[in-house]
């Protein structure tokens, strides 16, 4: 509670900040900024989950996909190949806000705007903030060419 002298010198005047005045309108500034940058970058990231359902098939040559990771094909589709040969095809869309997943290593497929982590052999979350796994796509081979077929 703030006190302020009632003695003539104060009469008239206007009130100054104060200290705790100045620190809170700070604070509140700052809290509406962060706030707000939040907002503003999950929304970036913000996708509806039937929309970003790929329904188209998709063609790339066996030799793009390294073994013992991966690569994210036309932003719609992750391919991996953790032994070679063998190919599983997910969603590029993260199922936590629908950031693109960009980065695949020899463990997992992974979302940079939440650090969720996806197996690149079931899509099954590994580590959250998702809790839903990748949707899975059916991938052949044939001739040194990939083909994912969308839903």
Known sequence: ?????NGPETAGTTAHPNRRRV???????????????????????????????????????SSDVPVGS?????DTYVVTQPKEGEFFAFSSVCTHQGCQV????????????HSSNFSVTTGEVLSGPAEEPLPQ?????TGGTLTIKGR
């Open 23 to 61: 620190m809170r309108t700070a604070g509140a500034a700052g809290t509406v900024a962060v706030i707000g940058s939040s907002v503003a970058f999950t929304s970036a990231c913000s996708s509806d989950e039937e929309e970003s359902a790929p329904t188209k098939d998709a063609n790339l040559p």
């Open 1 to 5: 509670m703030e006190t302020r002298p």
């Open 70 to 74: 991966g690569t994210v094909i036309e």
């Open 102 to 113: 960009k980065r695949v290593t020899e463990e997992a497929i992974i979302c940079p705007c």
């Open 137 to 141: 796509y059916e991938v052949t081979e």
